[in-house]
């Protein structure tokens, strides 16, 4: 921050930048996008030296203000995690560009021809928490549609953040397209969040990353429209028709693959009629594997498990602890998504086509499954090369946001002298 | 409104029902919602001397309160009008029901089956103003797009909406939909719309169809998402290498068809090329045609024209003026329409490509149009059956918002017992 400006003017300037890179970056050429992109991760693997130093600063900050483990693991870079980030960035880089594809195209009985084109959005306002990665993971997907970003990153992950934006930059304007594009708010004063939020004139989307308490915030104070993530509370409905085959392999996969991730199920609607005929041996699998199985009723019968209490349901533990419960039929699993659920990815394992018919068509979240584990709710696992997040709400993005999430459009009219009559 | 019930127990009344109209609205057969416009459209043929005398009692009610000619012709209804709008129910039956469209579908490496299908949006509030022929269009694209929909038209129009509104519930339960998913709201009392503004819980978009007042109100209060719709400052820029054989015909019918609608042109940019060569007889063709022409510089010397002052650019006047300037080639056109276009509809005159191309590109308008008048900005003339407004926002619906604009998405996916490596 300049000698004298305050946060208000700091985060103006930003914005005029943003809005200005936007115009420029609206209209370049997908090669010199892509080219910036691999320039960028190229610069990675060069500057690897300097952005581990940054992180040893911000691992020793951390430290200090006490981080918990699992903190001060989602901030660590390694070697092996920039690889993987300058991985990332190549294959944001390898997608087809989003800009200028036709959606649509039609002639209307006036003689016009009509199309739908995709256009970028503008300026995007990023707000995560400590994960570095998700600097060039954002500002990628970004570049990539088009748009001009302001990332604002955890205050734990400043000097690795700044680090990994630098290559960014670097990428950019080794292509000759603008270093505003990627912008940090290069202070750790949470008055910046709360001007980011406001700063309608110059930021068209905020897309926040991060837990609960992140989007709530910015749920409550943005005056700038949000792509809503909200937890990821997902279900697995083990139907009285699923096959038994399949369900331990599935839940145990879903539950303990990665814990920490908004794709891990959190609560098990097991099927009174699956129970009847199969029993619960799969919770025990659980158990085996590791995990807390609260579970109620005649689940409790399964060795291993522990009573759930009203408040594991509608959960997201985040953590190797499952709910468990039965339910009656498809209906009853309806019933308790509906109430419970988060709209992220629910999941139904059965062999019965009406059942997963009905499944699919009455559970309205972002992502409904059959016979698969939830932890594919990923943007690379849907073929997008990578994800800024999974959204929750219904407007404009839902599900994994990649590149073409971040894309408007407008339609281009083509007439011939035509009047209306 | 029942004794002692105040405005927030009322809205949320209301609220609660077309949640629970929606939820089954979502799973009905395209067939029922189709048959449900036509019994509608019937209706209200067969029920015209009610809804004529529901409309005296408003025409009167507008008398008293000394609403202007052009207010009370938009709240007058006739045999005419109804007809028209009987025909409008029909167009938006006959389309193709959006719901459950797949747009698009593929497999993944994981061996996973991905489709991407249409939803509805869930429960939309329209707040519009005098015409209340907006009760019927809005209506019958959300039931279409199996929404549930809140109607809040102008207070003037209280009892004509009202007995539209009847006709839609007709057809509703005459096909097994519940009634409960077209409401309106039963007072005249401004709180009303504070409280739709803000029931997040129960209204997941608004759409605001009006002036400037009624968007700007809703941009400033609202809570619940808004398609934004604000004014359309449509321009016309006439190219030097514009043919003059179609410029004349092109800017009389994007000014004169009707001065009152969002695509009617509203300032003219002419490139200083084309008026050395040709001159600006189409403007004395305005004049001719009764238009007041605002223009500036060498403009004046065509006779009739009057000078334009600076408010007079960037002015929605929704009447019979137009101002006209000068300007130094695309680049300058394209320039005074980021400075004061509202991103509604512009239009390039030009048989040149690249010129065409350029003001393609770069012109960041709904819509972009080409050698045709401003006043096909229209989802009738767009192929979409009807449309509830034209939205200027880039976010989920932008340009004519028809019944595919009010759906959401959500991802099916289909496994065989897949799990995540």
Redesign the interface.
């Known amino acids: 921050m300049k000698d004298g400006q305050n946060i208000a003017e700091l985060m103006a300037d930003l914005g005029v930048r943003a809005r200005g890179a936007a115009r420029a970056l609206?209209?370049a050429p997908a090669a010199s996008k892509a080219a910036a992109l691999d320039t960028a991760a190229d610069r990675i693997l060069a500057q690897a030296d300097t952005i581990l130093a940054a992180n040893a600063r911000d691992m020793e900050f951390g430290r200090e203000k006490g981080l918990s483990d699992a903190m001060l693991d989602r901030l660590e870079l390694t070697p092996d995690r920039l690889a993987g980030i300058a991985a990332g960035l190549r294959a944001v880089a390898a997608q087809p560009d989003p800009v200028g594809q036709v959606i649509a195209e039609?002639d209307?009985p006036?003689g016009?021809h009509?199309r739908r084109v995709r256009?970028p959005?503008?300026v995007i306002g990023v707000i995560y928490e400590s994960r570095p990665n998700v600097t060039v993971d954002a500002g990628a997907l970004c570049v990539k549609s088009g748009n001009a970003v302001i990332l604002r990153g955890g205050s734990e992950s400043l000097h690795s953040s700044a680090a990994l934006a630098e290559c960014l930059v670097h990428g950019l304007t080794a292509h000759g397209l603008p270093a505003d594009a990627v912008q940090m708010v290069p202070t750790r004063d949470r008055a910046a969040v709360a001007e980011l939020l406001r700063m309608t004139e110059f930021v068209?989307?905020i897309v926040p990353r991060g837990g609960k308490g992140l989007v709530g915030l910015v749920q409550r104070e943005a005056r700038v429209?949000v792509f809503a993530h909200l937890e990821g509370i997902c279900h697995i409905y083990i139907d009285g028709d699923a096959?038994p085959?399949?369900v331990s392999?599935?839940v145990v996969?879903?539950k303990t693959?990665r814990t920490g991730i908004c794709g891990a199920v959190e609560c098990l609607l097991v099927d009174r009629a699956y129970f009847d005929r199969h029993g619960a041996d799969f919770l025990g699998d659980l158990v085996a594997a590791g995990v807390e199985v609260r579970a109620d009723g005649a689940l409790l019968g399964v060795p291993g498990t522990v009573q759930a209490g009203p408040e594991d349901f509608g959960r997201e533990f985040l953590d190797s602890i499952v709910a468990a419960t039965l339910v009656d039929g498809v209906e009853g699993a309806i019933a308790h998504i509906g109430r419970y659920g988060s709209d992220h990815t629910d999941c139904i394992l059965t062999a019965n086509d009406a059942a997963a018919q009905t499944f699919?068509?009455?559970v309205?979240?972002?992502?409904?499954?059959?016979?698969?584990?939830t932890?594919?709710a990923d943007g690379g696992?849907?073929?997008m090369g990578a994800e800024i997040g999974i959204a929750t709400g219904?407007?404009?993005a839902?599900?994994p946001v990649g590149a073409e999430q971040l894309t408007?459009?407008?339609?281009?009219?083509?007439?011939?002298?035509?009047?209306?009559a």
Chains 1, 2 share one sequence.
């Open positions: 609206a209209t039609w209307q006036s016009l009509i256009t959005l503008g068209d989307v429209p096959d085959g399949i392999k599935i996969n879903a693959r699919f068509d009455r309205d979240s972002a992502i409904v499954m059959r016979n698969a584990s932890q594919f696992e849907f073929g219904k407007l404009h839902r599900g408007s459009f407008k339609y281009l009219v083509d007439g011939a002298g035509s009047i209306r």
